[in-house]
């Protein structure tokens, strides 16, 4: 979906604010919020890989705090 692409790159690429996640992930189904890509990964993979931001635990701990999970976790 639309909503899952943009949470997906707000995981990936946020470095100042974890706002707009939650208000993503407040409007999302599970099974959106944990949506594996060609590689097997999820949003929450892609900012333990990608994003290193000050947020970067912020992010992590608000995903998994709505049920993501990463995608080996699945």
């Not at 599970?30 to 333990?48: A, E, R, S």
Request: proline share 1%.
């Amino acid at each position: 979906s639309a909503a899952s692409d943009v949470y997906k790159r707000h995981a990936e690429y946020n470095r100042t604010d974890t706002n707009i996640v939650q208000l993503l992930l407040n409007k999302m189904e599970l099974k959106d919020i944990n949506h594996k890509d060609k590689d097997g990964d999820t949003p929450l993979d892609d900012c333990y890989n990608y994003n290193d931001s000050s947020i970067k635990q912020q992010l992590i701990d608000l995903i998994r705090q709505k049920g993501g999970k990463r995608g080996r976790e699945l």
